[in-house]
């Protein structure tokens, strides 16, 4: 596999400033075997993207908060997962369905754990959105599920930066009905993806809170139309939104409406 040689140099630079502190640009030139001008492209590509800093009286260069930010969300999403796991087990063997955990990057959902349905008639199907692959939020249940708790400005803002691509004939690309459909979510507490994203998947997903009640992730249940019928939705989602609530219980959240309105 061909690596990226300025990221390679970029981490090396990152790893020293991690390992011994504070430095000058002099100190970090000893430590890495760089000729100057890549050392202060470098330097100054990571500044201008905040995972360095460079005090401005002393000169000397030390770790970003973008980084902070960063390791925050890798050790949320890894604590989300270890938590999330035995439910998400327990429900997928009760639903006999897929489930996928997501949380939001860059304005889409991305699934970052997924329990598959046991059942030999349809385990080799490939849902979309599947682990590390993002799915738009206006077309899937897990998206919606966290879009229908962001607020009216950021909700704009997703739908002017991504749009409201059509992915079938059941795809919401009108604004206003989104919106529409979004306020539902919310009296409900539960969100579905009726065959919008792929015309063969119907999704059922509800959110995860926090210990401050913000929405951090979602739990969808995931199957064929002919298996998530129309007429199961409401059950499926009482099991999901159990789920959901649990897990944001051991998150802090304090709820005890569980119940599909």
């Known amino acids: 596999m061909d690596l990226v040689n300025s990221i390679i140099k970029a981490v090396r630079i990152l790893d020293v400033l991690k390992s011994r502190g504070s430095l000058t640009y002099i100190e970090i030139m000893k430590q890495t075997p760089l000729p100057k001008s890549t050392l202060f492209k470098i ?5 201008a993207e905040e995972l360095v800093r460079r005090d401005p009286d002393s000169g000397r260069y030390q770790l970003g908060v973008k980084l902070i930010e960063w390791g925050s969300g890798a050790r949320s999403q890894l604590e989300i997962r270890k938590i999330a796991r ?6 997928s063997e009760n639903l006999d369905c897929t489930i996928h955990l997501t949380v939001l990057a860059h304005g889409e959902v ?11 008639y349809w385990h ?23 879009l229908a ?3 009216k400005e950021e909700i704009e803002n997703v739908i002017k930066k991504k749009g409201l691509e059509k992915f079938t004939e059941h795809t ?5 009905r989104l919106l529409a459909v979004l306020e539902d979510i919310r009296k409900k507490g539960f969100a579905v993806s009726d065959a919008e994203h792929d015309d063969m998947v119907r999704s059922v997903a509800a959110p995860i809170r926090d210990h401050d009640g913000q929405v951090i992730a979602s739990l969808s249940a995931l199957g064929i139309v002919s298996r998530i019928t129309l007429e199961l939705v409401p059950e499926v989602a009482q ?18 409406d569980t119940t599909v309105r």
């Open 43 to 47: 330097l100054s590509t990571l500044e």
């Open 86 to 91: 035995p439910f998400m087990k327990k429900l």
């Open 110 to 120: 991305l699934p970052i754990e997924s329990f598959d349905s046991g059942n030999t």
């Open 124 to 146: 080799n199907f490939s849902f979309p959105g599947g682990v590390g692959i993002p799915a738009p939020l206006h077309a899937t249940g897990a998206g919606k599920a966290i």
């Open 149 to 151: 708790f962001m607020n």
């Open 172 to 176: 919401i690309t009108d604004p206003k």
């Open 239 to 256: 099991k999901v939104i159990e789920a959901a609530q649990e897990i944001s219980r051991l998150f802090g959240y304090l709820s005890d």
